[in-house]
C-alpha cells in the first residue's frame, strides 16, 4: 500500500497529467496554461502539434516526445529526470493524457519510483459526448476504440451487449458506417445510438436516432472529423440479484426452477429475459452442462 500527499513535499519531482483541448483552444484551464509554464519539460506525443498550442499561450518550455514507437526507451530517462527533481507536463494531441493515447506506462513507472502523480482536470471528447447525446448518463462505460478487425470487434461487442450502462466508443469517421453495422447486428438495431462529430469546433454535430438509422444514414452520407460514439446499455435486461449474478447459465435455471417452482421451459425463458440473451442459446446451455 502506498499513499500520495501530492503537495506536501513541493521540493520533489512531481508529474502532472495536463488535459489540452480537444478542438477550441478556449477550453485550455488557467492552471494548465500555468502548469506548462512551470514545468521544466514537457512530454508531449506529437511535439509539432503540441508547438501550435505552446505558441498560442506563449508557453516557452522545452518539449521532449513520448508516443507508442519510443515509449520503452523514453520512460526510464524521463523517470531519471524526475528523481532528479525535474518537474515534468505530459500532455497527449488533444483531452486527458492515457485516454485511448500513449503515456499510461510513464504513470506506472512513476508510481513504481514513489513519484507523485498529478492529474488535472479538463477536456474528455467520451464525457462531453455524453452529457449532450441524451442517453442517460448514469452509470456509463468508456471503451475507447473498438478492434479494427471485423471478428474481433464483434466478439468485443458480444462481451458489451448485456452490460446496462451507456457504452462510449471513439471511432475513426472512415469507419463508422462498418462500426455501426457490427453494432446493428450484435446488439440489435432498436438501441439509441447517437454519432457525436468535431466536438466543441465549428462544425460540431450530433446525429441522434437508432442504431438502424444511424445504419442508414451514414451508409448514405460520408462525414470527416473526429467521432464519439455513444450507444445506449442494454435496457431488456430485467436486472440479476447478487446471488444470481455469481451463477453459471446452467446453476441460474436450476435456482429458478427450485426458488419459484416452475418448469424448465418457463425458468430458461426467464433467465433469457434476465441476462438478455436469446432462449435458444439458454437451452442449450442448459442441455449442454
Known amino acids: 500500500m502506498k499513499q500520495q500527499k501530492s503537495f506536501k513535499n513541493m521540493e520533489k519531482?512531481?508529474?502532472?497529467?495536463?488535459?489540452?483541448?480537444?478542438?477550441?483552444?478556449?477550453?485550455?484551464?488557467?492552471?494548465?496554461?500555468?502548469?506548462l509554464k512551470e514545468a521544466d519539460l514537457i512530454a508531449s506525443e506529437d511535439t509539432r502539434?503540441?508547438?501550435?498550442?505552446?505558441?498560442?499561450?506563449?508557453?516557452?518550455?522545452?518539449?521532449?516526445?513520448?508516443?507508442?514507437?519510443?515509449?520503452?526507451?523514453?520512460?526510464?530517462?524521463l523517470i531519471d529526470l524526475l528523481l532528479s527533481n525535474q518537474?515534468?507536463?505530459?500532455?497527449?494531441?488533444?483531452g486527458m493524457p492515457s485516454i485511448s493515447d500513449p503515456g499510461h506506462e510513464l504513470v506506472l513507472s512513476a508510481i513504481e519510483h514513489n513519484i507523485d502523480v498529478i492529474s488535472l482536470p479538463g477536456a474528455s471528447a467520451g464525457i462531453t459526448a455524453l452529457i449532450a447525446s441524451g442517453i442517460s448518463p448514469q452509470p456509463f462505460l468508456f471503451y475507447g476504440f473498438l478492434p479494427r478487425k471485423s471478428n474481433e470487434q464483434k466478439e468485443s461487442l458480444k462481451k458489451l451487449k448485456e452490460v446496462k450502462s451507456a457504452l462510449i466508443f471513439y471511432e475513426s469517421p472512415h469507419r463508422v458506417a462498418k462500426t455501426l453495422s457490427a453494432m446493428s447486428e450484435v446488439l440489435g438495431n432498436n438501441r439509441k445510438a447517437v454519432l457525436c462529430r468535431e466536438l466543441t469546433k465549428l462544425y460540431e454535430e450530433y446525429t441522434r436516432g437508432t442504431i438502424e438509422e444511424l445504419v442508414a444514414y451514414f451508409n448514405e452520407n460520408t462525414i470527416k472529423g473526429e467521432c464519439c460514439l455513444v450507444i445506449e446499455g442494454n435496457t431488456d435486461v430485467a436486472g440479476l440479484s447478487e446471488e444470481e449474478e455469481l451463477l453459471s447459465i446452467s446453476e441460474h435455471v436450476e435456482f429458478l426452477m427450485k426458488e419459484e417452482e416452475i418448469s424448465s421451459k418457463l425458468a430458461i425463458k426467464?433467465?433469457?429475459?434476465?441476462?438478455?440473451?436469446?432462449?435458444?442459446d439458454v437451452y442449450k446451455q442448459y442441455h449442454v452442462e
Open 87 to 94: 518537474t515534468i507536463a505530459q500532455v497527449s494531441d488533444a
Open 270 to 280: 426467464e433467465v433469457a429475459k434476465k441476462r438478455g440473451l436469446k432462449k435458444q
Open 49 to 77: 502539434n503540441t508547438q501550435k498550442l505552446l505558441n498560442h499561450f506563449e508557453v516557452e518550455t522545452k518539449q521532449i516526445s513520448l508516443h507508442e514507437h519510443n515509449v520503452k526507451e523514453r520512460v526510464p530517462e
Open 13 to 35: 519531482g512531481k508529474l502532472y497529467l495536463v488535459p489540452t483541448p480537444i478542438g477550441n483552444l478556449e477550453d485550455m484551464t488557467f492552471r494548465s496554461v500555468n502548469t
